[in-house]
């Protein structure tokens, strides 16, 4: 039986292998073996050769995490701490402008979520610790004991708009780990469904017109709830007329 085919957008990045230093396509296996753990089929899309044309053979986009959006995509100045990598943000935001208009279940992780609040038309906040007066969201050694070595992740709560995509799928309340610094400011044409309750800053987006578009701020895929992947796979199922016979319990 085919499995649904996942794109999920990777990065280039300077790595030492043996005793070769080279330049490497990477992601994390964590989100791999996530979608893989719920039926689904993860193909890599590297930044060196931005195109649309991998959305025709798609069933579903997943955005990753990683480094910073540039802020010259919603007309603001770079802030002393932003670091920018303009060829992912360049294949990135071609591929969910075209995922989008193909109709394609999206869903952005981190960075990811970022990336649809501004192709959507919306900013982002460059540095969060000035905006909420403390780094609740990046954490401190020793407070996340969601995501096994990760120990520099924060670790706070999250609750969702009744009525949602996120209350469907995650329930009222939930517990995450996430590492950030930027953050939503302006979801542009996205509706903000969950959020931290001590600071307000968003943690899900979604679009409710959408079958499934939706983006969270925190780390899924290095926690055991897949719920979020699930669905994602669920959807890209259903859109391609696949069963659902591989899908986890």
């Not at 689904?40 to 959006?69: K, N, Q, W, Y």
């Not at 802030?79 to 935001?93: G, I, L, N, V």
């Amino acid at each position: 039986m085919r499995r649904p085919l996942i794109g999920m957008t990777a990065y280039a990045q300077q790595v030492r292998y043996a005793s070769n230093e080279l330049m490497a396509g990477m992601l994390p296996m964590t989100y791999v073996k996530a979608v893989h753990a719920v039926g689904g089929r993860a193909v890599l899309i590297t930044p060196d050769d931005p195109d649309v044309d991998v959305i025709e053979s798609l069933d579903g986009l997943l955005l990753s995490g990683g480094g910073d959006v540039d802020p010259e995509r919603w007309g603001a100045p770079a802030h002393p701490e932003t670091s920018t990598d303009r060829a992912r943000d360049e294949s990135e935001f071609l591929l969910v402008r075209a995922a989008l208009d193909a109709g394609l279940p999206i869903l952005g992780v981190c960075r990811g979520m970022q990336v649809l609040a501004v192709a959507g038309g919306g900013s982002l906040h460059q540095h969060l610790p000035d905006v909420v007066g403390n780094d609740r969201h990046r954490g401190a050694a020793g407070t996340d004991p969601l995501a096994a070595g990760a120990a520099s992740y924060g670790r706070h709560d999250v609750v969702t708009r009744p009525g949602s995509m996120a209350r469907a799928l995650l329930g009222a309340h939930l517990t995450v780990n996430s590492f950030h610094h930027q953050a939503v400011d302006d979801p542009g044409a996205f509706t903000v469904t969950g959020w931290c309750p001590d600071d307000r800053v968003p943690e899900v987006l979604e679009d409710p017109t959408r079958d499934f578009v939706i983006g969270v701020q925190w780390h899924p895929e290095r926690t055991a709830d897949l719920r979020l992947f699930q669905g994602l796979v669920a959807a890209a199922m259903d859109r391609a007329g696949l069963q659902r016979a591989r899908l986890a319990a």
